[in-house]
């Protein structure tokens, strides 16, 4: 794409990752626009710092695919960086015989995607490698990292400027339109052509999409994930990542243990409905936001599929002692008193008319703009790779 002006609206991981490929391979002039003053100050700096190893994806999916190839650029950047980069390791853990059936069902699908080191281990053996967690079988994959995506992406955005491109920050972006061959952006009073637009901006993708005449659904309805977090004095309840067999109805893991690169575990995140798109808190509330939820069909399609699913996790996040028991299933000896609150992130889950989770990463394309319309986890672990992806799309 010689001499082409791009801009790339969002300065998340996934932007920041999609800018500087272009800009370091395309000769392209590139822009980042984001309407905060910092970059990855929303998913990409709440998230549980996980890179994933590929275990649950299906395979052939583009999450399988892109996360596979994520692991091995972002390893290999924060290698050349001196970004941190621990392989921690991760147990997946059943706890009853139903569960192992579907536990076999992940580690075959995990041995597909190519997840390397895996090992299926039995309950005792489950306590050689967590010695306070409780199961009845567990799958170990080793090579499952923790690193700080808020620091890869303040390293991207160094990369970025330093390769020629701009990052503006500060600069909300609030509609597109497409013209021919080029696209017309409005960032405040101010209009901007570039040749290509490609739309990152997470928790408001879907409206800047639609805005520029893509389809209304997947509609991005927000959820809040809350963390309790270990006392410092009972951290070592936990050596790395300790996470449930997923209810493959669902897409959001339930409780699990998260160690952190300074030591601390993070317990959780649950999944409740966030009240607006940057809805940290109960009492963050948008009226613009909460209507577009409840006036989108799909809504109340997901919320009779899913309504006891969503009570418990509301139950969870207003009763703590609630919290700490699902969290005491894995971990006996976790009491009420070896907790305190964490910090809360807010996931964009995309959801067509159906009332259907989008599950895997969805990229549309009208004309002069791409819009990735949902990236949830593992967006950071595959950044790297969905930048490869969408740059050979766009050609």
Not at 12 to 25: D, E, F, K
Not at 208 to 231: C, H, K
Not at 334 to 344: K, N, P
Not at 363 to 382: C, E, F
């Amino acid at each position: 794409m010689p001499e082409q002006r791009v801009a790339v609206v969002g300065a998340g991981i996934i932007g920041l990752a999609l800018a500087r490929h272009l800009t370091q391979t395309s000769g392209a002039e590139v822009t980042v626009l984001e309407k905060e003053s910092a970059v990855g100050v929303h998913q990409t700096g709440h998230n549980s710092g996980v890179v994933h190893a590929g275990v649950y994806y299906a395979p052939g999916s583009l999450k399988a695919r892109l996360c596979r190839r994520g692991v091995s650029l972002l390893r290999s950047y924060c290698a050349e960086r001196s970004l941190p980069y621990e392989e921690c390791g991760k147990v997946i853990v059943a706890r009853n015989e139903d569960e192992v059936t579907t536990l076999r069902g992940l580690r075959d699908r995990a041995q597909i995607n190519g997840v390397p080191g895996l090992r299926w281990l039995s309950g005792r053996e489950l306590t050689t490698v967590e010695p306070h967690v409780a199961g009845v079988a567990a799958l170990h994959s080793p090579s499952t990292a923790i690193t700080d995506f808020r620091a890869v992406a303040e390293s991207l955005a160094g990369d970025v400027v330093a390769a020629g491109g701009a990052l503006r920050l500060g600069t909300e972006v609030s509609g597109l339109t497409a013209a021919g061959d080029r696209a017309r952006l409005r960032a405040g009073e101010v209009s901007l052509w570039f040749d290509r637009v490609v739309i990152c901006a997470g928790l408001y993708s879907d409206r800047l999409a639609r805005g520029a005449g893509d389809t209304a659904d997947p509609m991005i309805i927000p959820f809040r994930g809350e963390y309790l977090q270990l006392v410092p004095e009972r951290t070592g309840l936990i050596r790395g990542l300790v996470y449930p067999v997923p209810d493959p109805r669902y897409p959001f893991l339930g409780v699990h243990f998260t160690r952190r690169l300074d030591g601390g575990v993070d317990i959780g995140p649950n999944a409740v409905l966030a009240l607006a798109r940057e809805g940290y808190r109960w009492r963050s509330v948008s009226a613009r936001d909460l209507g577009q939820t409840l006036r989108f069909g799909g809504f109340y399609r997901m919320a009779a599929r899913h309504w006891r699913t969503g009570l418990r996790e509301i139950t969870g996040s207003l009763y703590r002692r609630r919290y700490v028991a699902e969290a005491r299933a894995f971990v006996p000896s976790l009491t009420d008193t070896d907790v305190i609150s964490g910090g809360a992130g807010v996931r964009a889950q995309a959801v067509d008319r159906s009332g259907t989770l989008v599950d895997d990463f969805r990229i549309s394309q009208l004309g002069p703009i791409v819009a990735i319309r949902n990236a949830p986890s593992p967006g950071a672990t595959s950044s790297l790779a969905i930048a490869e992806y969408i740059a050979a799309q766009m050609g």
